[in-house]
């Protein structure tokens, strides 16, 4: 049966590198994963007054976790750490703790950056986090995307060969923990 992978970008900036590679996670996924980006740039600041009441934006955000059988975090790195809009979503995710979102699903973590450590500090900041949310994170392979502009084509939104190869690898990998559950 095909499995619904809800994606979070952890960058709302149009041009996007992390979105551009979730993009490419989207095509090179087999007909086995069905993955989706789940868009957070509308969701108010987490605020925990209201989570009993929240707002509309919360509600359709995690209608749209609850309908997936797996979560791909794919996000930057801010100054070694978690971007704050992503760590506004797991938080507006998670709330009330009687309906986490997150709760018993499989997940995994790729970090991407221009620079070449490749969001390793961010990678494990968003594991620690989700694995506190109960998302069972994958633990290998892990994928930290450094350098990513000399990653991609010309055209600015395909990876190259090797990118691909290691992708395809991870998305196997990915599906074999998604089918573990
Ligand atoms: C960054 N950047 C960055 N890069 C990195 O590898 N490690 C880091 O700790 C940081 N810190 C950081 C803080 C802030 C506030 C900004 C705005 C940027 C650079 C970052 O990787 C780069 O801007 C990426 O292009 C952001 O990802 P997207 O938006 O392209 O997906």
Redesign the pocket.
Known sequence: MQKKVAII?????K???????ANEFIRLASENLKLEIVEIKDLSFFNEDIENNPPKEWLDYKKQLNDADAFLFV???????I?GVLKNAMEIGGRPPKLNSWKGKPGAVV?????????M??NHTIRAAAANLHVSVMAQPEAYI?L?KDKLLEDGITVDEKTEKFMRTFLEAFETWINRF
């Open positions: 970008v952890g960058s709302l900036r041009e996007s590198f992390n979105r551009k590679v996000s930057p790195e801010y100054n070694r750490t971007p970090t991407v950056s221009p620079g070449a450590i490749g969001g500090g961010s450094g990513i």
